[in-house]
């Protein structure tokens, strides 16, 4: 083998093993740190607001800190508690078949007619629309309780990483910009389309980010206040499924609001059927169609069916954090592949 070529692979091998054991290394704290660069990327508009008044960089990093402690994890950590006790009390009801909602519209003449006429076209044998839907509801709410519980089995190593968290923020946001301006200098890159890589990952980031789960957050957040203003059962569980449904396209939160209307009015609840109608509408529909325009502006808009599925991808490989690195790992693919089709046409060319 030539010394040349020797020396190379040497170099390649080296670098390969250091790769390798670096990795090793942060394996154990990627997930504290992994949720570091989510918070980052989320709040840096509020830190780099902070900065132009207080022009202290640890001040502003520490003041975004505790505005992320107060506003999204104490809350946060609430809700998980509580989804897990409302899905619970939801599979036991269903399992003990105290489900009073269920009883009301399967006994509701109007519906059995309903039901009578579409089954022999559907192949449905009588009742079993019920064992099917039942069925599915317990698989969907064991497969939420599954997740967030493993959240709770081990808190001394939930509390590790929540400081590591808090650490690796604070040090992202007071030294993100230079640190990124590192990765920056190793991107094969010329200068313009390192330039144009950074407006299209901006666009990208606030389209997906702010555009998309933002948006869907606040609507299962009204959507979860309105089911517990109009004392409804399970407003968390019902709010996050919102949250969930509202990049489905076409549909959206509807899917959530609609039959729940629908229900109240088979219960004889008119005011708070009407009133769920209303809020529905008026409120939780709205919010994708101001805030989003609002938010988005002139940039690049990701379809939300594609927000939906790498938002539900995500959350399956990543788990709670796939909400948010779904969309932004799509995000990165696709703006780093425009820049590598446009190098292509122009070697073409």
Do not use: H
Request: charged share 15%; with cysteine.
């Amino acid at each position: 083998m030539p010394a040349n070529k020797f020396y190379s692979f040497m170099m390649f091998f080296i670098t390969v093993l250091l790769a390798y054991l670096t990795y090793q290394i942060f394996q154990p704290f990627l997930t504290a740190i992994t949720w570091a660069v989510v918070f980052c990327i989320v709040f840096y508009p509020v830190y780099a607001f902070a900065l132009n008044y207080i022009r202290l960089k640890a001040i502003a990093s520490l003041l975004t800190l505790l505005l992320i402690i107060v506003v999204i994890i104490g809350p946060f950590s609430y809700i998980s508690f509580a989804l897990v006790t409302e899905v619970g009390d939801f599979i036991g009801d269903i399992e003990t078949g105290d489900i009073g909602v269920m009883k009301t519209i399967m006994s509701d003449e109007r519906l059995i007619n309903i039901i009578e006429k579409i089954q022999p076209y559907v192949g449905l044998k009588e009742a079993s629309a019920e064992e099917i839907i039942i069925e599915n509801i317990k698989k969907f709410g064991t497969g939420i309780i599954d997740k967030l519980s493993i959240g709770f089995t081990n808190l001394l190593g939930l509390a590790a990483n929540f400081i590591i968290m808090l650490f690796t923020t604070f040090f992202l946001l007071k030294d993100g910009p230079g640190f990124f301006q590192k990765i920056r200098n190793y991107l094969p890159f010329s200068e313009e389309q390192k330039d144009r890589l950074t407006v299209q990952i901006k666009d990208m980031i606030v389209s997906t980010i702010y555009g998309g789960v933002i948006v869907a957050l606040v609507q299962g957040l009204i959507g979860g206040l309105a089911f517990a203003l109009l004392n409804r059962g399970s407003p968390v569980l019902w709010g996050t499924v919102m949250a969930i449904v509202s990049f489905v396209p076409m549909v959206g939160t509807a899917i959530v609001w609609v039959p729940a209307s629908i229900i109240l009015l088979f219960e004889g609840a008119y005011m708070q059927g009407f009133a769920l109608i209303l809020i529905g509408i008026f409120v939780i529909s709205m919010v994708d169609n101001i805030l989003k325009p609002l938010i988005i502006g002139g940039r690049t808009k990701m379809p939300t069916v594609i927000i939906f599925f790498t938002v539900l991808g995500g959350i399956k490989f990543f788990g709670l954090l796939g909400l948010i690195m779904g969309p932004l790992v799509f995000a990165l693919f696709v703006s780093v592949f425009e820049i590598f089709r446009t190098v292509e046409g122009g070697t073409n060319a």
